[in-house]
């Protein structure tokens, strides 16, 4: 019976943990997309270093996973701050304020480029949204129209006879990444609306109209290569055939290995990304849970440090760390009503 | 007479060819070994050469002035000055004074680029250290920017990688070089500091501490339990039906797949009592879950190895089973008890996947200094590195393996080494 003496001792010692840490919390948490993750911890270390306080701790759980945490309730015992690499859909709001989460401030902090790149030894890609979408979608039209048949293509030249003849074969992360959420939001349904019958099939089926454009073939073109884009651009060094997709920022650190596809003729840089002229680009934000301002101690000085021209600015340090800025003009207007702590009314254009 | 003789070429031709077996048998062993061994010398062939870079850093000689008014400070002592001082202003004074010749808003961009952006807070804490500096002029080594650093260890090995700079500060590099005022140091960060986005500042302190702290809290609850499960269960159960199921079912534990135990854990200690994410104190608790199972078996085992006699002694000249047991059995099965403890310490020291579900997979900059300091632990650390974009991470990430192999390196060894000093024969 010796083993069960200690289960009370450690039932006792967990109650007494528990009872400490639902008083109080010294730092700031943040949870959320790994897109944000980079970013929101550049600014976490600049304010911990700058301010002598604690440096806010920062979870990278994707940002569904985060919204998830971060609307699970108000209380030290919760997040604070969650970072996404979309906007809060309608559902997380209501579930945000059945929680008792009611008042919410949304961010928008930047954009990020999602490129498609190849190997710098290879030549260099010139890819439309309508290529990428009769590459990589498992369904594609057939000849008649309104006929749908799995995707047949196993070469470049196959889809548009301008590309070369090599072998689809595409790495790109897997479907639990947000990345590839925006990818197939922004890349293969720009390419599918190309179609005007399936456009037309948005208002009459929306499922249908869905699962077509954003279903990604699974025959063996399109390679999952896991959340690591380390290893994407590792994979694409050796194997100069395939190309790869990921972030801007890792196109940015690795511009001697690897080089991004022009997407309808525009490169992606930092500057096409910025004023929207690249077209797969997706806004970052963040969320704050106002019931705990002034709370937990440091969260006003977290977000006054991430609104600030030396940190999101145009020469700020989160640009050089590869997020694309907001124009100024919306960035002084979402640092006013950041600043003064304005919380979503419930009446934005959520999904 | 002729049967025999025919019966021992029989013997002699069967004799050549099982010796043959048996060499071709040996020979397969010797392959098998070579090939793990190789295995291992390429893994780490591969660590060190990437990650060797990563023990040195770029330090770039200026001289610089703590000059009062310039930092904006008249007391050293007032908290509220030195949070307001203007300590990046220091090292970009000092840039600026050796090379004049910068001008336009870019161009000082850049220039302010080759040093770390936290060499101005580096000289904070000297002054800090030595109030007696300040308005004094000194030189001194600053740690340069991490797309400085990787260019010119990649400079020095002669394939120099300049993508990430522009081709005034190529020059500029040049002639620091040439003047003898950029090199490379020993680099003390990775060892002093916690985690940092910027590749020069990050180091693995933090990492170290919080493995270190799980690893305590494992050990003080996992041991004990362990121990005291595995004697009850082999001295003192009645083997009936009940012993048996349990017998299953720890075996069944000790093969569950780890993320399984943190989403226990999440359940239980998060969610249920509430304990807070992050900490030492969850992460400890989870990996005792993991950990017991295997506790309890190797000691089961070397409860096993000691023969009856000594039970039967012991009894037999009178003593209690419960002294028999503490006397007699568990110190002579406490050196396998040991070895059991430390593998199964250093499975623990080398978890990630239950940590994730527990909030322990953080980006944690302060270093951890009790149970209930946010933490994270060494193999975490790599593979945050090891997803990181900026390309200085990836010697460091191979730093960081070289760091945790030692670790488990010296955890095994001393296994080894605790069983052949302390095992007895019977």
């Known amino acids: 019976m010796t083993q069960l003496k200690f289960i009370p001792a450690i039932v006792f010692a967990m109650a007494s943990i528990s009872a400490t840490s639902s008083m109080a919390r010294e730092s700031i948490e943040v949870v959320g997309s790994s897109t944000v993750y980079p970013f929101s911890t550049v600014v976490a270390e600049r304010y911990g270093r700058a301010s002598g306080k604690l440096t806010p701790k920062i979870e990278s759980t994707g940002s569904g996973g985060g919204m998830k945490l971060f609307c699970s309730g108000v209380g030290t015992n919760y997040p604070d701050i969650t970072n996404s690499s979309r906007r809060m859909k309608s559902s997380e709001f209501k579930k945000c304020q059945t929680n008792g989460v009611r008042e919410v401030i949304e961010v928008q902090v930047g954009y990020d480029g999602i490129v498609i790149a190849n190997s710098v030894e290879s030549a260099p890609v010139e890819l439309s949204r309508k290529d990428i979408f009769l590459a990589l979608a498992a369904q594609v039209p057939g000849a008649a129209e309104g006929e749908l048949i799995d995707n047949p293509y196993t070469t470049w030249n196959q889809v548009n006879s301008a590309l070369p003849d090599t072998a689809i074969e595409v790495l790109g992360p897997p479907p639990t990444s947000g990345t590839r959420d925006a990818f197939a939001e922004l890349a293969l349904e720009g390419g599918c609306k190309k179609f005007a019958w399936i456009k037309a099939m948005k208002k009459t089926d929306k499922s249908a109209y869905k699962a077509l454009c954003h279903t990604i073939r699974e025959d063996g073109a399109y390679i999952e290569a896991g959340e690591n884009d380390n290893l994407i651009v590792q994979k694409l060094q050796a194997n100069p055939a395939a190309l790869g997709i990921f972030g801007f920022s890792f196109l940015d650190q690795n511009a001697d290995k690897v080089q991004g596809a022009n997407i309808e003729s525009v490169e992606p840089t930092f500057e096409s990304i910025a004023d929207k002229s690249y077209p797969i680009s997706r806004p970052l934000y963040f969320y704050v849970k106002k019931a705990h301002v002034g709370v937990v101690p440091g969260i006003e000085g977290y977000l006054n440090e991430f609104t600030s021209e030396r940190a999101w600015g145009e020469d700020g340090y989160l640009a050089e760390k590869g997020m694309i800025p907001l124009p100024l003009e919306e960035r002084r207007a979402m640092a006013k009503s950041t600043r003064s702590l304005t919380p979503m009314t419930g009446n934005e254009a959520l999904k | ?426």
């Open chain 2, 1 to 426: 007479m002729n049967k025999s003789a025919d019966n021992l070429s029989k013997i002699k031709r069967s004799l050549t060819r099982r010796n043959r077996a048996e060499a071709r048998f040996q020979w397969c062993g010797r392959v098998a070994i070579f090939i793990g061994l190789a295995a291992v010398a390429v893994l780490f062939v591969d660590i060190i050469g990437k990650g060797h870079g990563a023990f040195q850093a770029t330090y770039i000689k200026l001289n610089v002035s703590y000059d009062q008014d310039l930092l904006g400070i008249e007391n050293l002592s007032d908290p509220e000055q030195l949070m307001m001082g203007n300590w990046d202003a220091v090292p970009k004074v000092a840039l600026r004074e050796k090379f004049t010749d910068v001008s336009g808003r870019r161009d000082k961009r850049r220039l302010n680029g080759l040093l770390s952006n936290g060499a101005g807070f580096d000289l904070k804490d000297r002054l800090l250290a030595n109030p007696q500096l300040l308005n004094t002029t000194e030189s001194i080594w600053l740690l340069a920017d991490d797309d400085i650093d990787t260019y010119y260890k990649s400079w020095l090995d002669g394939e120099a990688y300049a993508a990430r700079l522009s081709d005034k500060q190529v020059v500029w590099i040049d002639q620091l070089h040439e003047q003898g005022l950029i090199r490379l140091q020993l680099n003390t960060n990775l060892f002093t500091r916690g985690d940092s986005r910027e590749p020069e500042q990050a180091g693995i302190r933090g990492a170290v501490m919080g493995s270190l702290l799980t690893l305590v809290l494992t050990l003080i609850l996992s041991f004990p339990i362990g121990v005291s499960a595995a004697i009850y269960l082999e001295e003192f159960a009645p083997k009936n039906k009940w012993t048996d199921f349990i017998e299953v079912n720890i075996n069944n534990l000790a093969a569950v797949p780890s993320i399984i135990f943190g989403l226990l854990g999440l359940a239980i200690f998060i969610n249920f009592f509430h304990v807070p994410r992050s900490v030492p104190i969850v992460g400890g608790l989870v990996l005792t879950l993991m950990t017991l199972p295997t506790i309890i078996i190797t000691s089961r085992a070397a409860i096993k190895s000691v023969p009856p006699s000594i039970r039967e002694a012991a009894l037999g000249m009178g003593a209690s089973k419960y002294q028999m047991v503490l006397h007699h059995v568990l110190p002579l099965a406490l050196p396998g008890m040991l070895t059991g403890a430390i593998i199964g310490m250093a499975q623990a020291l080398g978890e990630t996947a239950p940590l994730l579900m527990i909030g322990m997979v953080a980006f944690i900059v302060d270093v951890p200094g009790s149970f209930t300091d946010p933490a994270t632990v060494l193999p975490v650390q790599i593979f945050l590195w090891a997803d990181s974009p900026e390309r200085a991470f990836i010697e460091k990430t191979s730093a960081a393996i070289m760091v945790l192999l030692t670790f488990l390196i010296i955890m095994n060894t001393s296994a080894v080494w605790l069983r052949k000093r302390l095992e007895r024969r019977w």
